[in-house]
């Protein structure tokens, strides 16, 4: 069986050893680790897991080894199987939190035997960690890609449209809907890109490429402030390539330059 690892948290930011250069989560060796937490939940119920997930007490003190970062400071910075471990472990905890009584009778949960769920033992209700699907598009004409700003972006930040799926939704019709409200324009050709889990708190982001048909660009001006077409060599700063939208705008240049037949291509 391998090593248990400790996927550390303490008000939204991580614990990470600081002569780790790949940010791994902290191994077993470390026998503080017990009287310091306030919580420490398996991450699955297979017999066999060794991922646990550890809320830290407020007074603990980890000692110099150790640094706390925010979660969105490892995007990038480690593996997307290790990022995406980290952010299992924030979605649980996350759960355990808002999940502790039941919406409906107001009893407290506990724990499902086998599942990870929370139930209520007085009405049978359960609650799954909530995952909620958000679209991702890039729209593309020819050379030029639509990328856009929304007011909550970091100051000169442009990227691809995105918008939560509602109930009653098909994936494409929130495309075509987030399209309408946002630039106005009409879109052809969707693609599938991929996906990416994003744990702010429990989004999945479903990336897909888009062709322009008709239209022309009128923003909102409330969820975007501006947006435009921008060439694939005179692009504006974009986000970083550990998120899919950085992934998809730097796919689709790396395409007109010749070094993907298509970008939707998985090489
Ligand atoms: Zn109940």
């Known amino acids: 069986m391998q090593d248990k690892r400790f996927f550390i948290f303490r008000h939204g930011r991580v614990l990470v050893r600081k002569d780790s250069p790949d940010l791994l989560p902290v191994s077993k060796e470390w026998p503080a680790l017990e009287s310091m937490a306030e919580s420490i939940l398996p991450m699955s119920k297979d017999p066999e897991?060794?991922?646990?997930?550890?809320?830290?007490?407020?007074?603990?003190?980890?000692?110099?080894?150790?640094?706390?970062?925010?979660?969105?400071?490892?995007?990038?910075?480690?593996?997307?199987?290790?990022?995406?471990?980290?952010?299992?472990?924030?979605?649980?905890?996350?759960?355990?939190?808002?999940?502790?009584?039941?919406?409906?009778?107001?009893?407290?949960?506990v724990d499902h035997p086998s599942e990870q769920a929370k139930i209520c033992p007085a009405c049978s209700l359960s609650w799954y960690p909530r995952i909620s699907p958000c679209v991702i598009v890039l729209i593309t004409r020819g050379e030029e890609m639509l990328l856009a700003r929304s007011p909550r972006f970091t100051e000169g930040m442009y990227s691809t449209l995105a918008g939560f799926v509602e109930p009653g939704e098909s994936v494409e019709s929130t495309?075509?809907?987030?399209?309408?409200?946002?630039?106005?324009?009409?879109?052809?050709?969707?693609?599938?890109?991929?996906?990416?889990?994003?744990?702010?708190?429990?989004?999945?982001?479903?990336?897909?490429?888009?062709?322009?048909?008709?239209?022309?660009?009128?923003?909102?001006?409330?969820?975007?402030?501006?947006a435009g077409w921008y060439h694939f060599r005179n692009l504006p700063m974009i986000p970083d390539a550990g998120t899919i939208a950085g992934r998809m705008i730097r796919r689709y240049a790396d395409h007109l330059e010749g070094r993907y037949p298509s970008p939707i291509d998985r090489r």
């Not at 471990?85 to 009778?105: D, E, F, N, P, V």
């Not at 969707?190 to 982001?205: E, K, N, T, V």
């Open 49 to 109: 897991n060794t991922d646990f997930v550890v809320q830290l007490r407020p007074d603990a003190e980890p000692g110099a080894d150790f640094e706390w970062i925010p979660l969105r400071g490892l995007v990038g910075r480690v593996d997307d199987d290790i990022f995406n471990l980290w952010g299992k472990a924030s979605q649980i905890l996350h759960w355990q939190k808002i999940h502790r009584y039941c919406g409906t009778c107001g009893a407290e949960t």
């Open 175 to 226: 495309l075509r809907r987030e399209i309408a409200e946002e630039v106005a324009i009409r879109i052809k050709n969707i693609r599938y890109f991929g996906s990416q889990p994003w744990p702010f708190p429990g989004q999945l982001m479903l990336g897909f490429f888009a062709e322009y048909s008709s239209g022309e660009i009128h923003i909102d001006g409330v969820e975007i402030s501006d």
